[in-house]
């Protein structure tokens, strides 16, 4: 069973910025797409960013392009988010994701992942 723990919410000021983490266990391959996605109170979840299995290749929301990165450290079963320049309308509850089955080219869908963290806190002031 794939377990996935996120980490580096918290609350800061609009310009400010956060890293989020996500430590990832339960699988011996790193060969998997992983994923962020946040939820605002009442609205749906929606994907942020994502990123190919080798960190080949990124996604991003065009809400947040330009100011988030995604990368990985496979060694370390490790998924970021860099969060920069942060608005108020990022405040939301930030879930990682992990895909299912390895080698995937679809990235963006709440159907493309099996497996979600417990998720994170960012709150931004303004």
């Known amino acids: 069973q794939v377990q996935l723990v996120e980490s580096g919410g918290g609350l800061v000021q609009a310009g400010g910025s956060l890293r989020l983490s996500c430590a990832s266990s339960?699988?011996?391959?790193?060969?998997?797409?992983m994923g962020w996605f946040r939820q605002a109170p009442g609205k749906e979840r929606e994907f942020v960013a994502a990123?190919?299995?080798?960190?080949?290749?990124?996604y991003y929301a065009d809400s947040v392009k330009g100011r988030f990165t995604i990368s990985r450290d496979n060694a370390k079963n490790t998924v970021y988010l860099q969060m920069n320049s942060l608005k108020p309308e990022d405040t939301a509850v930030y879930y990682c994701?992990?895909?299912?089955?390895?080698?995937?080219?679809?990235?963006?869908?709440?159907?493309?992942?099996?497996?979600w963290g417990q998720g994170t806190q960012v709150t931004v002031s303004s």
């Open positions: 339960g699988r011996t391959s790193s060969a998997y797409g």
């Open positions: 994701a992990a895909q299912p089955r390895p080698y995937s080219s679809s990235y963006e869908a709440i159907s493309d992942y099996a497996y």
């Open positions: 990123i190919s299995w080798r960190g080949t290749y990124t």
